[in-house]
């Protein structure tokens, strides 16, 4: 299960897209950045820049401790490479969808 820490914004809608396309299983936590919910030190310890979206993934392969993620670009690298989906090994086209990505 990943818990997403997210708001309406342009970077949040990323998130869920890939998501939504990759069937991950996910629970949505509002962070509403216009009451100032960034700056609460629960958020903060999961993204210490105080940016929105932000993920805890509870499931990391290897059986892992629990991985937070944050800023929006890192977040999908992260799950691109968790699912091995939407981001070639080949090192043309993986730098192509990089370079889209940030």
Not at 3 to 24: M, S
Not at 73 to 102: C, D, H, N
Request: aromatic share 12%; charged share 20%.
């Amino acid at each position: 299960m990943i818990d997403l820490y997210y708001w309406p914004t342009p970077n949040g809608h990323k998130i869920t897209i890939f998501l939504e396309e990759a069937g991950l299983d996910y629970q949505i936590y509002p962070v509403d950045i216009s009451a100032g919910d960034q700056f609460k030190p629960s958020f903060l310890a999961i993204a210490p820049n105080n940016r929105m979206p932000a993920i805890v993934d509870h499931s990391p392969s290897a059986g892992e401790e629990p991985v937070s993620v944050f800023e929006s670009g890192a977040i999908l690298m992260y799950l691109a490479e968790k699912t091995g989906r939407f981001l070639p090994q080949e090192p043309r086209a993986r730098v192509s969808v990089v370079q889209w990505l940030m």
